[in-house]
């Protein structure tokens, strides 16, 4: 009874670890592996949370997508004329070379 404790708690610690690599639930995952060691392979075969994917790409998206209002400091879009927070006009930027 003890060996099975202690690989729970050293195989839920690995699941933890490995779930918040992959974005996923890491207490869910502990605790998943706690229980039921041989979740950790479900785990290893899932990999990567590729609903977490998209969420980072969306933010490195909006990162490249959006600019300050020169006038307000308001986040607008970079392809924005017309800052629709304070309604200015938004001067086309400067290429960079
Ligand atoms: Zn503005």
Same mark, same amino acid.
């Given at each position: ?35 039921? #060691? ?6 290893? !075969?899932?990999? $990567?949370?590729? *609903? &977490?994917? #998209? ?6 998206? !909006?990162?490249? $997508?959006?600019? *300050? &209002? ?15 927070? &304070? ?11």
């Amino acid at each position: 009874m003890h060996f099975y404790l202690l690989t729970g708690i050293v195989v839920g610690f690995a699941a933890s670890i490995l779930a918040g690599r992959y974005g996923r639930n890491v207490n869910f995952w502990f605790v998943v592996c706690f229980i039921f #060691p041989p979740t950790f392979l479900v785990l290893l !075969a899932l990999g $990567e949370n590729q *609903e &977490c994917m #998209p969420d980072m790409q969306n933010q490195a998206q !909006a990162m490249n $997508e959006y600019t *300050e &209002c020169p006038y307000c400091a308001e986040r607008i879009k970079k392809k924005a004329k017309v800052c629709k927070h &304070c309604g200015r006009d938004i001067p086309p930027k400067e290429i960079n070379i």
